[in-house]
Structures are given as C-alpha cells and as structure tokens.
C-alpha cells in the first residue's frame, strides 16, 4: 500500500502564540517561522493580522523572509487567519501576499451553543456569511481553508451543508476543529468520516483536523482524524495553546513515523530537527516543557548519552521505541572555549541553523567571549542562551547599566540598580526586599513607574552545572497596555508580556527578563513615546 | 445503564517515584499517600519493598499509617511492587501487611523481546515462574495482582495462558502494562477484549490496565481498555513516571466525569482534591507541570478566578468542558496575616489537610511568623510551601547557619557560607563563582567534600508576586551514592537525590535545596556517619 501523504500546519504562531503570556517579538516570530521551515512544515500559520498592527507587520515580514526561500528548498504556505469580516479578511491576504505561496483561513462557528451565544445568528445567517466571506477570500487568493468552529459539538447535517457552501465558493482546504478538547478518538474519527462521505465536493478538497487537549487526548484524536482519511494536522510545538494546548507536533510526527506499519503515512518533517525546535519554542514563549513530556521532554528517552553499559543495546530494544538521536535529543554537543575565534563561533551558529548577520555576529561574539572568561567551555546550549538575550529582544525604552545586590539570611536584600532611560539619562535606585529579586524588581519599578502584576516567574539553568547561563521568564499584565482581541472567543483580554533574560548570575537574568518585558508593555502603552519628548521639551 | 465502577491504582510512589530525580524521603511520602486517600484512590502502590531497607520501610510505615483510617473512612488497598522472586514477594508482604487491606503486585515480562534478551527463558519457564510466584504470594496475601510486562507487544495466544495459569494460582486482579507506550487505542483495546473474550477464569477477576505515554497516547489508551471492559486503571498524579510517564489520573478521572454519557462509569475520586495533591506531588518530586498540560496546568483553563465579564457566564458554556472548581482550582484563597495566630494557623492547615502534630505546629508557626514580618499577605501557595520547606526534610547532617552574597553587573559575584556538620561544628567558607548561586554552592561544596553533578536546577516563585516565596528544586547525581535496582530494566542506575528549599531569597533557597539533596545523598552513602565519629574520636 502506497504511502499516503499528511501535511503538517503548524499553528504555534498563532493558535500558540495565543496562550496567556506567550506572546513573542517579531524577531522572535521570524526565527521561530525559519526554524518551523527547516523542520519542514507544509503550512506556517503565521498569526492573526486583523489582532493588531503589529500582529500584522510579524506576518508579513514571515511572508516575505520565509515565504519565499532562496537556497532552492520548498516554500512552505504562509497562512493568515481570519474572522468572517472583511477588515480581517483583508488584512490576512496584506499580511500573506508576498509569500510565494499564500494562504487565507476563515472561521465560523456553527455549533448550536456557539451560534445562539456568541454569534447571535440563525443557521440561514450563518451560511450566508461563509459563502460571502469565503468568495470574497477565494477572490484575492487561491488557497483558501475555512473552519467551522466547535465542529465537534456541531449538528453533522447542518456542518456538511456549511461545508459543502464553502466548497462552492472556493474553499481548497476544509479544517475541522474540536475547539473545547471535547471530543473521544473514536467519536472524532466517526466525525471526520462522516464528513468525508455526506460532504458534495469534499473528494476535491483537503480534509485538516485541529484538535484541544483538555482532557488529554488531542494526539489520539488527530491520529484517529487521519485514520478517517483527514490529510493535513493542524498541531504546534510543545502543544502550546489556549488552556490545555493544542496537539503536539512531535506526538503526531514520531507516532506516525514509529508506528508506520499501522497508520502507512508519510510526512515532510525532519524530525532531527524536533528537540531544537522545542528548545527555541519553550525558551521564546517562556512556556517550559514538563520533563516527563512526551519526545521533548528531559526525561522522554530512557537512557542518556554517554551511559556505556554491558547490553545497552540490548537494552534500548526492550525499552525504548524510538532512538533519541532520531528527534535530535543527545546530539553532540561540541564545546567551544575561550580560544575559539569568530569563524568557528559563525560556522557553529550556521551548524546550528542561525543565519547571522555581520553585526548580529559581532555583538554575538563580544558576549561570547566576556561567557568564555567566567566559563571554560561553551556548549550549543549557552549559545542558543545568548542568541536569545542578545539578538531577539524589544526595543529597549530602558536598559540595564548596572546591578548591585546584597542578600542571605542577614535578611535585608538589598539591590541598586542602574538604567538608562529614553532620554539616554542614567537613573539609579536602591531598594530593600524580601529577596534580591524582589529588591530588584522594587528598584526597577520606582524608575520606570509601569504598573503591572508578576504573573510568573521561572528561572532555568538549562545548560551542563550551575555555573552555566540561567535563563529567566517572566510574565506580567498590566490594565494600562489595553486589551487584545483573542479570534476566537471575541473576548477582550488583558494583555500579557514575556520577558526573557540569560546571564550566568541569575540575578542579573531576572532583571533583564523583567525589563525585555516592561519594555514590551511600555511598546504596547506609548507611555515613554510621549514622555521621553515631554522629558525632552521640559 | 447502570455506572460501572472503574477503580483507581495510583502508582505515583512506585512508578512515579522511578522517574529520574523524583526521589522522595519517607515523610513526602507519607504525606502523599495520605493526600492519594483523601482523594478517594482505591489501591495505593507505596513502592517496591525489595528494592532497599528505605523503600521498605516507607511502605510499611503508609501500610500501618494510612492503610488503616481512623475517622471511619474506607481503607484504601496497600500495595507492594514484586519482581517474581522468593525475596521480593515476602519483602513486599512485610512492607504491607500492617494494612487493613494489603495486596502484593508481582509481574514478569512475556513478550519474546523481553524473555529472550533480558529474562533468557523460554514460554515454559515463563509459566513455570508465574505459577510458582503467584501461589507463594496468595499464600501469604489473599490479594494477588499479576502483570504479564510488555503485554502490548506479546503473542496474544500466550498471553492469554500466562494469564489463565495466574488466575488459578490466586491472581484475582490482571494487569495489562502497555510497558513502552507503544500501542494505539484501537490495537489497546483490541488487546483487553481479547483478553477478557479468551482467558479461562477471567471472569472473577479485575482486568487493569497501565499504559505508557511515549506517544501521548496513554489516556486514549486507558480510555480504550476501560471501554473494552478493564475496571482497574493504574495512573499517576500529573502523569509523572519513567521516560514519558505513566497515565494522568486527572486525565482520565476528568475524562470519565465530562464524558459520563460516553463511558457510563463511576469512580470513587473526590475531583476537588486533584489541584492540592497535583501541586504536592509536583513539590516533593520536583517534576514541575507545564502551563498547558491537561487539568492541572496553569493555564488549563480559559479564565481566571476573578474576571468578572459581562457574559463570563455565555463564554464559559462556550469554551469551558469543566468548571475549575470540580478540580479544586480557584478556589478561594484565604489570605493570613501577621495577627493571625496559632489557633488560625492550625484550622488553616487543616482545611487545606494537613494534620499536624503539636511540635511541627510549632515550628511551622515560627516560620509563618517570621514570613508575616517580611510579607503582607500569606496566601495557601506560601504555607504549602512553609511545610514542604519545615516537615519534610531529610536528616539533616549539614545545616545552613548563615549565608552572605554579593552579586550584580560588577562581574565577582561572591558567597559566603556558614554550616553546622555532623560534628555539631560550624564551618564557614567563602567562594567566588560565575553566579550567586554558582559561588554558594562552591562555598557549600568547599566544605562537605561531596562529589557530585547537577542534572538540574529550578526555580519557581508559585505564589503570588516577586515579594512571595521562592521554591527551588535541585537535581543531583552521584557515583558515591552507589546504584539502584530498577524494578523493570533490572539496570542499576546511578542514584539521583531531589532536593527543595523555600525562602522568599531565591539564592537561599537555592542553597537550602542544595543541602537537602546533598543530605539525602551523604544519608546514602554513609559518608558522615563515619566521618561524624571519626573526627569526634580525633
């Protein structure tokens, strides 16, 4: 039997970037959407233009800098996603366009609970704005998928005529979504075939699955889509995602590669490239992966490297399903020392899949060579630390000139900090707390005077001993950054900000973290727009 | 139609506790097992007797304590892990005897991999041994559960007379380990009525089922047994357990109650303990829960406690399956004070379930006290973690006296320790290191001569706001520390030791983490229990 072919879609910029705090710069969109093409995705969802403006410009910079490779590889679609409304559906085609190829996806609920309380509308209204908005996406662009929202609590009669209406109207892909996490394995794959076979016009269509994981069972829900003849997953990595998640990519993928004898499917992902692409997903959205998650996680795989026991082959056959180095987990790490120069440093990065910039470099090297001196060796995992601190952070309205801190059981934490504001002006403060951070936290807030509430805090030294970089997120909410619109529930949200820090004293970390992410609200406020000129003017 | 009842085996102190690193001391355990009977488990599996004196004692001590309730409530069944060998089955009825409700849990592998390269014996001495063992343990036990290991990939036809020779030796539970997380639901649950449909003698007993989850399948797969007929299922608290982990109560637990009409099943969980005994679990092991896992996730559910939306209500019918509260998220947070006194702390703790003795009220109120003068509001998170931080530490050879650090942008970050030994002798030393916490733990390392590696270090700030307490969990391995038998690969492994420590100063914390897996580790060694003497005689 002939391989069938799934495409993977991966929705980590946008169903992920979703989950409250997740939220990414723009350099970090873009680095993730290179490394999401390397992994060999067939469709990025690059984001929600219509959200904001800067939702907007992230998708169009993916849609022209990934969108169309030059070193020969296949382009992957670039996708934008949008509400029945024309503003969003014109918005997603400016974000998408430039891509080699795009694509437009548009959704509306037709669950009885959903089109009676969120949506207002009648059946009748109901499909007479799918087959309008639907027209109206197929008009500015060929690739076309439309999702009817909470199918997995829709009445199936009424889900196949919406279905079969958008089909008319040009839809290319048509994507069916267990919005709450709601539904079983088997329920869901009846679903699927059921569409399948009453649905006129599907056989010419692509048939996606988009599956939650409120009760744990997105994998097999997706899994059991495809056994019912679904050919495109909509997944992201990690399963990062609104409440429980989405499904996970590496799930999918490594189930179909491992059991390929049950399922007989083929994917286009390198999945050497999962763990990096974990790593930089977790470390950019500060969403941290538990160690007993499935493939990525610390603990996923049996053995580490470099255990040289008597029979560990053996072994590995009895205990583990699938080899470590097949999702890219136990690489080698070279480690690179004090001696190392910048060639090395840029032919590592490149091996690493970072395509730098000159400048980009040198500022990675200043900072690699200042680690050298403290570290003796260097390992891929310090690197990524410092790509992260280095290259992907805001605009900085304030930035950290220095730190001072004293503390332990004495108990009085004491920290002075020093930044520079907008006006290039160096303010210093010190502050008592009942920890360091804390303390530091308290002098950063009587300098800058942001408001905001400390929703999280984590500080990882991901990297070999405590004497690597520790890395620190944060996430904070401010009142005062205004809302954001979430696509799917409509619901105005308090906006949250992540931050992210590296630096081999922890203290120093979290006050960068704190700061990369003040500096993401204070973006958002305008607040030292204004008062930077009023300072000025004054 | 009418429930059915499906019973839960929670194996987070056996095969939870293997996970690396999740090590707990006697008292953790304790107290977790305590939780697991107040959230209604049926069978409690406290460990695996025969792999050290220290397991053993730990089950015996939750037989006696917890499998014998006082206050009138059911007793849950005690269990003890055995491989098929004389010395385990009679270790594991010592461990568990003293319960109102003992069982002993042997098993043997019976796929061809694992009786070829890891057992070497053939079919017949597979039967022979599961004969032989089987009918020692029902002589001492009249609860006998059996496990055919790596049931997923054995001949179906062998299995089936491997099970039936059990059950006529005494089994009166059979237990179906999918050992490496590799089956699909439908081949699970095609597995469990082939077993019920062709096991003479099968009908008398429970079938259960223990799933893996290396391709996020194991709540599917759990799901698929009981729907096949298993009326036991063995899970774990937040799914921790080797490699991928074992099966998640709360996912499954969840799933039954959201699903009722799907499953028609009933259990005896009380849904509104599962956030506490997530978070205690989550604490003594130091395996942390990701933001979007399933349940008990920070984000697992769409709204947080305090929104108060116009049309909160209509949204949560549209994208909440569960309310928050059945799980006990969300729940009201009492906040403490300065003036609140012993009295309050005592009613505190016991809402929250812990019964404490008189002298560990008492040094659990100095604490609360000296939090209160550093710290406005003392909330549920920050006592929960007051008592991980006072009662369940291990023996105590080194102390931290005082602590002194001086860190920042400045580059020589420096830390001064001070400890008291076995000796009862303080010893002070000063070290710089690449960080506060690098430069503590040279310090720390100066003094107690203890070699080892870090395998991780975390830190959380799980209360509310940056001024809050700082929890930290250490991972430490050690060659000293001797090896450990795991009861399925039969590897020995190097012996890892969890470490937590509280303080509202993270690097104290940290040093206090440090310690508390350094003490387990010199109580496995035995290192200062002859130094301690020898230098008294000096």
């Known amino acids: 039997m002939a391989d069938m072919y799934v495409r993977f879609f991966d929705t980590t910029l946008r169903d992920g970037e979703q989950s409250p705090g997740a939220t990414m710069t723009s350099a970090e969109k873009l680095e993730v959407a290179r490394s999401l093409a390397r992994l060999g995705v067939d469709v990025i969802e690059a984001g929600f233009p219509a959200a904001s403006p800067d939702d907007l410009e992230a998708v169009r910079r993916i849609a022209t800098e990934v969108g169309n490779p030059t070193d020969g590889s296949r382009a992957p679609i670039i996708c934008g996603l949008a509400r029945t409304i024309t503003n969003d559906i014109e918005k997603a085609w400016e974000g998408v366009k430039s891509a080699a190829r795009p694509r437009i996806h548009t959704f509306l609920a037709t669950s009885e609970i959903h089109m009676q309380y969120k949506l207002k509308m009648t059946r009748e209204q109901v499909l007479d704005k799918v087959r309008e908005m639907v027209c109206l996406a197929r008009s500015l662009c060929e690739d076309v998928e439309f999702s009817p929202e909470d199918a997995g609590r829709s009445d199936p009669d009424f889900l196949y005529l919406v279905l079969a209406e958008a089909i008319k109207c040009g839809a290319t892909t048509l994507n069916i979504p267990d919005t709450v996490g709601y539904t079983t394995p088997e329920e869901f794959g ?111 795989f049996a053995h580490e490297a470099g255990i040289h026991q008597d029979g560990m082959l053996k072994h590995q056959l009895t205990y583990e399903i699938m080899r470590p180095e097949l999702v890219g987990a136990n690489q080698t790490r070279l480690v690179m020392g004090k001696h190392s120069g910048r060639h090395a440093l840029k032919q590592r990065m490149l091996e690493l899949g970072y395509r ?125 950054a205004g809302q954001v619109i979430g696509a799917q529930s409509e619901m105005d949200q308090l906006r949250t900000f992540g931050g992210y820090g590296a630096d081999t004293d922890i203290i120093v970390a979290s006050v960068k973290a704190y700061l990369s992410a003040l500096n993401k609200l204070l973006a958002a406020t305008g607040q030292y727009e204004t008062a930077g000129q009023t300072e000025a003017e004054v």
Chains 1, 2 share one sequence.
């Open 190 to 300: 009846a679903l699927i075939s059921g569409i399948i076979k009453n649905t006129p016009g599907i056989e010419n269509c692509i048939v996606s699955v988009h599956c939650h994981n409120d009760l744990g069972l997105a994998t097999a829900n997706t899994l059991a889509g495809i056994q019912a003849g679904a050919r495109q997953v909509e997944v992201t990595i990690n399963g990062i995602g609104e409440r429980a998640g989405n499904t996970a990519l590496e799930e999918v993928v490594m189930a179909l590669y491992t059991r390929h004898a049950t399922f007989n499917c083929s994917t286009g992902i390198d999945t050497t490239q999962i763990t990096r692409v974990s790593k930089l997903v977790a470390n950019y959205t500060g969403m941290s992966v538990q160690a007993n998650k499935a493939i990525v996680g610390a603990n996923a």
């Open 356 to 480: 730098m910039g000159e400048e980009d470099l040198a500022r990675l090297f200043e900072r690699f060579k200042a680690l050298a001196d403290k570290k003796k060796g260097i390992t891929d995992a310090d690197l990524e630390a410092l790509v992260s601190d280095e290259l992907y952070q805001p605009k900085e309205y304030f930035k950290l000139d220095g730190l001072q801190v004293a503390c332990g059981t004495m108990g009085m934490p004491t920290a002075t900090v020093r930044l520079f504001g907008p006006d290039n002006q160096a303010r210093v403060c010190a502050s008592v707390g009942t920890g360091p951070v804390d303390a530091a936290f308290k002098a950063v807030d009587a300098i800058i005077q942001a408001p905001n509430g400390l929703l999280e805090f984590v500080i990882h030294a991901v990297t070999e001993g405590i004497d690597a970089i520790g890395e620190v997120t944060v996430r904070i909410e401010s009142n005062a």
